[in-house]
Nanobody
């Protein structure tokens, strides 16, 4: 069992930056692929980025490529999402997820989810 807690969301102006953190409980964090998804009201959860268990591979959605960067620190049981050059359309609840299944870019690839953190980008 893995419990995930996100933090770092908030209100930021367009063009600004935020860093989201997700800390996991348990000793198996380093064995999971970690990902960030986001969701706006009335829409399905959207994949943003993922990182392999050993950080050798990262995957980033085209919509955020070049602006968002995922990373992880297995010693701290934490995964990060650096959000740069934010746009109003990035406004969403951001969720951290852990999993070992496939596909990587859909919810079906993940078994554990955090409660989400709100990111609001004003124009």
């Amino acid at each position: 069992q893995v419990q995930l807690v996100e933090s770092g969301g908030g209100l930021v102006q367009a063009g600004g930056s935020l860093r989201l953190s997700c800390t996991a409980s348990g000793r198996t964090f380093s064995t999971y692929r970690m990902a960030w998804f986001r969701q706006t009201p009335g829409k399905e959860r959207e994949f943003a980025a993922a990182v392999s268990w050993n950080a050798d591979n990262t995957y980033t959605a085209d919509s955020v490529k070049g602006r968002f960067t995922i990373s992880r620190d297995n010693a701290k049981n934490t995964v990060y999402l650096q959000l740069n050059s934010l746009k109003p359309e990035d406004t969403a609840v951001y969720y951290c997820a852990a999993g070992r299944r496939f596909p990587i870019v859909t919810e079906q690839g993940y078994d554990y989810w955090g409660q989400g953190t709100q990111v609001t980008v004003s124009s």
